[in-house]
Structures are given as C-alpha cells and as structure tokens.
C-alpha cells in the first residue's frame, strides 16, 4: 500500500517538472525579443564659426576635382656678403661683370675704348706676385673691405702657389701676366714663343689655383705688338693697361709711391691704378694710400669676367713636363704634411 502511494507522488512530481521545462522553453524571451528603435531627434544647426586667431595658421589652397597647381620652387639663396668689420673703410662702391669677347683693352695710357669709370672711382691692380710681401697687400685690402685685379707672374706662381690661393680665396680677380715677365715687343721674340709666354703664364695660374683664371692680362712692361694683341683677341683675353702707374718699382720710399699715385690721380680725376705687390714700399704705403683715397672721395671699383679662360690642353701639358709635378694634387695638404708637435 505504501509502495503504490510512493510510486503515485513521484509520478505526479515528474509530471509537474516536465510542464514547467515546457513552458519555461517556449515561451517569447526578453533577450531573444526583436530590437526596438527609438526615433533620432531632429538634427540641431552648427555654431558660428568662431573669430579665427591671429596666430592661427590660413588655409591658402582648396580641395577640387583637378588637381592643385604645384608651386613655383623657391628661388636660390644669394651667397652671403662678408660683413665688414671696418665701419669707415673704403670697400667697394660697385662690381662690374666684363664680357671679354674679342679682348678689350682698359686702361687710357694705352686703349682708349671703353671709359666704364665716372668720377672719382678706381680700379686698384697689382703686378709680378705671388710674392711673400702679397699677403701684406692682401690684410690691408682686406682691414679696407675692397677689392683688386691681381696680374701674377706664372713662374712665381710655382714659387708661393699657396700665396696665390689667399689671393683667390679672399674674392679678388686673378689674371695673368705671362709666364717670366718677358718683353714681348722684343725683336728677338717670335711670335712661337710670345704666344708661349701667355698661354704658359695662364696655365700656371690654374694649376696654382686648382681653377680657371680671369681672361685678363697685362703686358709686361705694357710692352705690346699688334700681334700679341691680335692673338689676346682671337682668344677673348681682355688686355689691361692703366690710367696711373705709381712707379712703385724706381720709388725710393713708400712715400713717394703715395706721392705718384695721389699726384696723378688728382690730375685725372679717375682710373685704373697699376701697382706691384711685389714691391715692398708698395705694401708699406698701402694702409695710407687707401685711406688717403677714402678721404679724397674715391670709390673702388672691382672688375670681374663673365665668364673664366679656358686654358689650352698643349701648354698645361707643357708646364707639367717641364716643372715635373702633377697638374693637380690628388691628395690634400693635410694628409701629406701634418704637425705633429708645436
């Protein structure tokens, strides 16, 4: 009896468990029911713009369908001029570019072309260096702010080519002024060896230097023929005679070579000074020379050529056999000759 009642309550136990797993599986869940939305609300207008700053950065281009113009590259820096130092120094009052095509001539003692110069302006010119009195010359030039044509001899240039790249390096014009200072109006030259004279006198300035020179020369002497000066021209080589020589090389003391100069300048009004770097009254008188131009009123002109000599292949080869050194060093002076005690 017992047994039977047990047997019944356990069956309406799991009766009751299978109708609640039924109705807990069927019926709508909230996790399982579909989504709802809720409607946007309607969109509100943008602030003003505020006022732009004035540190803000503007927009200069657009977005478009074609594509934006590139723009212009920047133009090339313009090299930096050296400040000068000397707040009454003479300097240089302008710089003229000489396009030396069929070799002019400069200087009225002798080529009466081209009058360039107004009033009381110069153009200073140094003969026969590289010499150990040229960087004397150079500091004052320098202490001064202003700028020369220098004519070297080509064999001094073997001598002290350092000297002559000081020369180079501190801006002035470098021309030329044959090879050994020879006359060449001299009856016993041929025009061979005149032509040698200024083809060789140019080619150890490059060598020198490392560079083409200035297509500028001046006779020693200013000693001309009709051929050498056809043969400058057929090489555009501009010939440079002078308006006052200072007749630095007979003068027996730096006062009398500033005596020359002043006299004459004063005279003339203008022009082109011829003087030697060589001479040392020259380069004694110098410091007070200039300053006794920048107290007269004159002004420096510096001369530069448009474009450099292209010297010719044979007499570089030439100079090279004879002098028996490279025409160009392949190493640097530092590693050659290094101080290894002061």
């Given at each position: 009896?017992?047994?039977?009642?047990?047997?019944?309550?356990?069956?309406?136990?799991?009766a009751?468990?299978?109708?609640?797993?039924?109705?807990?599986?069927?019926s709508?869940?909230?996790?399982?029911?579909?989504?709802?939305?809720?409607?946007?609300?309607?969109?509100?207008?943008?602030?003003?713009?505020?006022?732009?700053?004035?540190?803000?950065?503007?927009?200069?281009?657009?977005?478009?369908?074609?594509?934006?113009?590139?723009?212009?590259?920047?133009?090339?820096?313009?090299?930096?001029?050296?400040?000068?130092?000397?707040?009454?120094?003479?300097?240089?009052?302008r710089?003229?570019?000489?396009?030396?095509?069929?070799?002019?001539?400069?200087?009225?003692?002798?080529?009466?072309?081209?009058d360039?110069?107004?009033?009381?302006?110069?153009?200073?010119?140094?003969?026969?260096g590289?010499?150990?009195?040229?960087?004397?010359?150079?500091?004052?030039?320098?202490?001064?702010?202003?700028?020369?044509?220098?004519?070297?001899?080509?064999?001094?240039?073997?001598?002290?080519?350092?000297?002559?790249?000081?020369?180079?390096?501190?801006?002035?014009?470098?021309?030329?002024?044959?090879?050994?200072?020879?006359?060449?109006?001299?009856k016993?030259?041929?025009?061979?060896?005149?032509?040698?004279?200024?083809?060789?006198?140019?080619?150890?300035?490059?060598?020198?230097l490392?560079?083409?020179?200035?297509?500028?020369?001046?006779?020693?002497?200013?000693?001309?023929?009709?051929?050498?000066?056809?043969?400058?021209?057929?090489?555009?080589?501009?010939?440079?005679?002078?308006?006052?020589?200072?007749?630095?090389?007979?003068?027996?003391?730096?006062?009398?070579?500033?005596?020359?100069?002043?006299?004459?300048?004063?005279?003339?009004?203008?022009?082109?000074?011829?003087?030697?770097?060589?001479?040392?009254?020259?380069?004694?008188?110098?410091?007070?020379?200039?300053?006794?131009?920048?107290?007269?009123?004159?002004?420096?002109?510096?001369?530069?050529?448009?474009?450099?000599?292209?010297?010719?292949?044979?007499?570089?080869?030439?100079?090279?056999?004879?002098?028996?050194?490279?025409?160009?060093?392949?190493?640097?002076?530092?590693?050659?000759?290094?101080?290894?005690?002061?």
């Open positions: 009896m017992r047994n039977a009642f047990g047997l019944m309550l356990a069956s309406v136990v799991a009751v468990a299978i109708a609640g797993i039924w109705f807990w599986a069927s709508p869940r909230a996790d399982a029911a579909a989504p709802q939305t809720i409607a946007a609300r309607k969109a509100e207008p943008l602030p003003a713009p505020a006022a732009k700053a004035k540190d803000d950065v503007e927009v200069t281009a657009s977005l478009s369908s074609k594509a934006a113009t590139p723009p212009a590259p920047a133009p090339a820096p313009v090299p930096a001029k050296s400040a000068c130092a000397n707040p009454d120094a003479l300097g240089v009052s710089t003229v570019v000489i396009d030396t095509t069929g070799g002019p001539g400069f200087g009225f003692l002798q080529y009466k072309q081209f360039f110069l107004t009033d009381k302006e110069v153009v200073l010119t140094f003969d026969d590289p010499w150990p009195t040229t960087p004397t010359v150079l500091k004052t030039l320098a202490d001064e702010c202003t700028k020369a044509v220098f004519f070297p001899i080509g064999l001094h240039t073997t001598y002290h080519p350092e000297i002559l790249k000081q020369v180079y390096a501190a801006g002035h014009t470098v021309g030329s002024h044959t090879w050994s200072h020879a006359h060449l109006d001299s016993k030259m041929t025009e061979a060896q005149a032509k040698e004279e200024i083809e060789k006198g140019f080619s150890a300035v490059k060598m020198a490392g560079t083409a020179p200035a297509p500028f020369f001046r006779f020693p002497a200013l000693a001309h023929t009709q051929a050498t000066k056809d043969y400058l021209g057929t090489r555009n080589i501009a010939m440079f005679s002078c308006d006052v020589d200072s007749n630095d090389f007979k003068s027996s003391s730096p006062d009398q070579v500033i005596q020359n100069v002043m006299t004459k300048l004063d005279k003339q009004g203008k022009g082109v000074i011829l003087m030697h770097d060589l001479q040392k009254h020259t380069a004694i008188a110098l410091p007070t020379l200039l300053r006794r131009l920048k107290a007269g009123g004159y002004k420096v002109v510096q001369m530069k050529a448009k474009e450099q000599l292209e010297t010719v292949p044979e007499y570089d080869a030439m100079l090279v056999k004879n002098l028996k050194v490279p025409a160009v060093a392949s190493r640097p002076i530092g590693s050659v000759v290094q101080t290894v005690q002061d």
